[in-house]
């Protein structure tokens, strides 16, 4: 099994930033392509930034492009989410995911895709 927990969110006002971060554990031997989701009260889950596993590859929404960026270190089983210029939009929890792969570049942006999830962490942006 695979458990993935997240941290790092919390209470900032508009233009702030924040550093997310979720750890794996368990079969953590596999390999993992990663990815970051949110989703607001009364919206679906919707994919933030997403990552290979070999972090040779990213992907990003949209509505984060520019402002936030994916990264990982396999050696320490971490995944992070720089999130900066944060807007009261970007209020959310956050949930880290992951699902196994076979290439080092693959890509998951949609969410059926990861068969593992964290709990997730609350982001609040003031105006």
């Known amino acids: 099994q695979v458990q993935l927990v997240e941290s790092g969110g919390g209470l900032l006002p508009a233009g702030g930033s924040l550093r997310l971060s979720c750890v794996a554990s368990g079969r953590t031997f596999r390999n993992f392509a990663m990815g970051w989701f949110r989703q607001a009260p009364g919206k679906e889950r919707e994919l933030v930034a997403a990552?290979?596993?070999?972090?040779?590859?990213?992907y990003y929404a949209d509505s984060v492009k520019g402002r936030f960026t994916i990264s990982r270190d396999n050696a320490k089983n971490m995944l992070y989410l720089q999130m900066n210029s944060l807007n009261p939009e970007d209020t959310a929890v956050y949930y880290c995911?992951?699902?196994?792969?076979?290439?080092?570049?693959?890509?998951?942006?949609?969410?059926?895709?990861?068969?593992?999830w964290g709990q997730g962490t609350q982001v609040t942006v003031s105006s």
């Open positions: 995911a992951a699902t196994i792969v076979y290439y080092g570049g693959s890509l998951r942006v949609r969410d059926v895709e990861y068969d593992y």
């Open positions: 990552i290979s596993w070999s972090g040779g590859s990213t």
